[in-house]
């Protein structure tokens, strides 16, 4: 690590440990020459955590409402450290608020993955129902459309997925580019955009030069802290369902949208999804029954707290028993065994080793709806 003089950024953070309902509060210092993190625990004055190397971290993680994971610690910016930092960074990284309207489940990978390859950051996600009441409560913008009531009941048809979007000016982006992916998909699918569908896929936050709307969408959609429990959820099925889990290796690799297309593709319908930012407890937790079984359990648990995940309520067509046919979509544990006897399967075109193979899946059938409780009942 280097001794010498490097650049430093700082921020005022705080971590909510829903165990004791208590909020720790820290100075985080930056050093984008390595990635490193420091810690100093503001209460008790004194460093909480030296120099490290933390993997998977990026300089575009550091803005203000951003959330840094740093072993297992999901750490929310709130403020600048000090005038050097807020010059440096202040006008350069952003949140833009994203919500994919009701669209047919086949669809679905493509619009994530156009999303992804314009270089968002994917920060949140979750898939939700609407109310017409929520909906106006998590889409302020839309109180004055004229078209009110026709926006309303487009939002409420289904099940939309609301994003957290990071990246330099995300919200002017966003505004541009939401309107360049419409129109592509809308050409790919052979449907017409110009007249009555001018926004198919996306609702955007209202005006986007006006923030604070991006602001009071993101922070309905996605609740922090005490009233996380408050924003608009969606209740699995729980019905010939199995689990699946995109692991964040595949996320940083940009794999999220070709993933879930590839799911989509083979006629598996995703009934409900969120990204979850694992601890240490609840990766073990998930991982309990291979512990000691398996000898990659420890690197299981590490890969799975290593950055944002996606899990999903998995239902394939009503003539197949979903946790059987979509574990052979799956594929074998080790993605090299993977590529030689079964190359078309999940492991075998987005893994890479035994622990990062892409996604986790439910062994057993009757793991499955336990799997999917877990997550959207008990972590949820």
Same mark, same amino acid.
């Given at each position: 690590?280097?001794?010498?003089?490097?650049?430093?950024?700082?921020?005022?953070?705080?971590?909510?440990?829903?165990?004791?309902?208590?909020?720790?509060?820290?100075?985080?210092?930056?050093?984008?020459?390595?990635?490193?993190?420091?810690?100093?625990?503001?209460?008790?004055?004194?460093?909480?955590?030296?120099?490290?190397?933390?993997?998977?971290?990026?300089?575009?993680?550091?803005?203000?409402?951003?959330?840094?994971?740093?072993?297992?610690?999901?750490? #929310?910016?709130?403020?600048?450290?000090?005038?050097?930092? #807020?010059?440096?960074?202040?006008?350069?990284?952003?949140? %833009?608020?994203?919500?994919?309207?009701?669209?047919?489940?086949?669809?679905?990978?493509?619009?994530?993955?156009?999303?992804?390859?314009?270089?968002? #950051?994917?920060?949140?996600?979750?898939?939700?129902?609407?109310?017409?009441?929520?909906?106006?409560?998590?889409?302020?913008?839309?109180?004055?459309?004229?078209?009110?009531?026709?926006?309303?009941?487009?939002?409420?048809?289904?099940?939309?997925?609301?994003?957290?979007?990071?990246?330099?000016?995300?919200?002017?982006?966003?505004?541009?580019?939401?309107?360049?992916?419409? @129109?592509?998909?809308?050409?790919?699918?052979?449907?017409?955009?110009?007249?009555? %569908?001018?926004?198919?896929?996306?609702?955007?936050?209202?005006?986007?030069?006006?923030?604070?709307?991006?602001?009071?969408?993101?922070?309905?959609?996605?609740?922090?802290?005490?009233?996380?429990?408050?924003?608009? @959820?969606?209740?699995?099925?729980?019905?010939?369902?199995?689990?699946?889990?995109?692991?964040?290796?595949?996320?940083?690799?940009?794999?999220?949208?070709?993933?879930?297309?590839?799911?989509?593709?083979?006629?598996?319908?995703?009934?409900?999804?969120?990204?979850?930012?694992?601890?240490?407890?609840?990766?073990?937790?998930?991982?309990?029954?291979?512990?000691?079984?398996?000898?990659?359990?420890?690197?299981?648990?590490?890969?799975?707290?290593?950055?944002?995940?996606?899990?999903?309520?998995?239902?394939?067509?009503?003539?197949?028993?979903?946790?059987?046919?979509?574990?052979?979509?799956?594929?074998?544990?080790?993605?090299?065994?993977?590529?030689?006897?079964?190359?078309?399967?999940?492991?075998?075109?987005?893994?890479?080793?035994?622990?990062?193979?892409?996604?986790?899946?439910?062994?057993?059938?009757?793991?499955?709806?336990?799997?999917?409780?877990?997550?959207?009942?008990?972590?949820?």
């Amino acid at each position: 690590m280097d001794c010498g003089y490097s650049e430093k950024f700082s921020f005022i953070g705080e971590w909510y440990d829903h165990n004791t309902n208590l909020t720790q509060n820290f100075v985080v210092h930056y050093f984008p020459s390595d990635s490193s993190i420091e810690l100093f625990d503001v209460k008790n004055r004194k460093t909480f955590l030296r120099r490290s190397i933390v993997e998977g971290l990026s300089a575009d993680e550091f803005h203000i409402d951003g959330s840094i994971k740093v072993y297992a610690r999901l750490i #929310k910016l709130t403020d600048y450290g000090n005038e050097y930092t #807020k010059r440096k960074l202040g006008k350069s990284v952003e949140r %833009a608020f994203a919500m994919i309207k009701p669209v047919s489940n086949d669809h679905l990978g493509d619009i994530i993955q156009c999303i992804q390859d314009r270089n968002y #950051k994917i920060k949140q996600l979750k898939m939700s129902l609407l109310t017409k009441d929520s909906a106006l409560q998590a889409c302020q913008s839309i109180r004055d459309d004229q078209n009110l009531e026709s926006i309303l009941n487009d939002i409420t048809s289904g099940p939309v997925i609301g994003l957290e979007l990071v990246c330099q000016n995300a919200v002017q982006r966003w505004n541009s580019d939401m309107s360049e992916i419409n @129109t592509h998909l809308c050409e790919k699918y052979n449907q017409n955009h110009s007249e009555s %569908a001018p926004n198919k896929y996306f609702y955007g936050s209202g005006n986007l030069d006006d923030a604070l709307h991006v602001k009071f969408d993101l922070s309905y959609f996605f609740p922090t802290g005490k009233l996380k429990s408050l924003g608009p @959820t969606m209740a699995p099925s729980m019905i010939n369902c199995t689990c699946c889990v995109i692991k964040p290796h595949a996320i940083r690799d940009g794999n999220l949208g070709k993933i879930i297309k590839a799911i989509t593709d083979e006629r598996f319908v995703i009934m409900t999804m969120k990204m979850f930012y694992m601890d240490n407890v609840s990766a073990a937790e998930f991982y309990e029954v291979y512990k000691g079984v398996v000898p990659d359990y420890m690197g299981m648990v590490a890969e799975l707290i290593s950055g944002p995940c996606v899990a999903m309520e998995i239902v394939g067509p009503a003539d197949v028993n979903t946790p059987v046919e979509f574990r052979k979509l799956v594929g074998p544990i080790d993605p090299d065994m993977a590529r030689q006897i079964r190359p078309h399967t999940l492991r075998a075109r987005f893994g890479s080793t035994r622990t990062q193979n892409a996604v986790h899946c439910s062994d057993l059938p009757e793991d499955g709806v336990l799997e999917v409780e877990y997550f959207f009942k008990i972590l949820d």
